[in-house]
C-alpha cells in the first residue's frame, strides 16, 4: 500500500481548482487525489501504519499557521503546479521525515528533506497530460487561478492508495495556540 502525508486548501480553492484541472480530459488527475500539498510523501510509510502515532504525537505539538497558494510554476515540461509559501510546512515536513526516519536513497527519490519543494500540482505528463497541454495549462492557470487568500492549516491529513485512488484515511489537528481562536 502506498500513503501519503498531505494540507488540503479550503474546500471552496479545493473545488475551484478541480474544475480548472477537469479542462483538460487528458488529465486523469482530479480522479486520482484531490487537490492537496504534499508534507510528507511515500518513503518509510509502510503498510502496518505504526508511523500514525509518531506523525500525531509531531502534530499535537505543532501550532496551526498561515499557508499562502502564489504564483503558477513548472518542473521542466513535465508538472505544472501552485507554489506555496510558508516556512513552517518546511519546518513540519522536516520534522515529519525525521520521525520516520526512511531510506536516505528512497528520501532523496521523493525529494525530502533539503529537496522539498511545496506545492500544489494542477496536472503532469504522469497523470496523462502532453507537453502542449502543460503549457496551455500554466499560461492559463496564470491568469485565472491567482486571487487565492491565506489560509490557516488546521489540520493534516494521510491519505491510502485504495482502488486507483487516494483516500483520506486520517485527519489529525494540528495545535491551537490562544491567537488562533480567532481563525
Not at 118 to 127: Q, S, Y
Request: proline share 4%.
Amino acid at each position: 500500500m502506498e500513503y501519503f502525508i498531505a494540507i488540503t486548501p479550503p474546500k471552496k480553492y479545493g473545488e475551484i481548482i478541480t474544475q480548472f484541472q477537469r479542462r483538460w480530459p487528458n488529465n486523469a488527475l482530479p480522479d486520482f487525489v484531490e487537490p492537496h500539498i504534499t508534507v510528507k510523501s511515500q518513503a518509510g510509510l509502510n503498510e502496518d501504519e505504526y508511523w500514525i502515532d509518531s506523525i500525531k504525537a509531531i502534530c499535537s505539538n505543532f501550532a496551526m499557521f498561515k499557508l499562502s497558494l502564489k504564483g503558477v510554476k513548472s518542473f521542466g515540461k513535465s508538472v505544472v503546479y501552485i507554489g506555496v509559501e510558508s516556512n513552517k510546512i518546511r519546518i513540519l515536513h522536516r520534522k515529519i521525515v525525521e520521525a520516520i526516519s526512511p531510506d536516505p536513497e528512497n528520501s532523496r527519490k521523493y525529494y525530502e528533506l533539503d529537496l522539498y519543494e511545496p506545492h500544489l500540482t494542477l496536472g503532469a505528463k504522469e497523470f496523462g497530460m502532453s507537453e502542449a497541454e502543460l503549457s496551455e495549462m500554466k499560461e492559463l492557470a496564470n491568469n485565472c487561478l491567482h486571487d487565492f487568500h491565506s489560509f490557516i492549516v488546521k489540520s493534516i491529513k494521510i491519505y491510502k492508495l485504495i482502488e486507483n485512488r487516494y483516500q483520506k484515511i486520517h485527519e489529525i489537528d494540528l495545535k491551537q495556540t490562544c491567537s488562533d481562536k480567532t481563525f
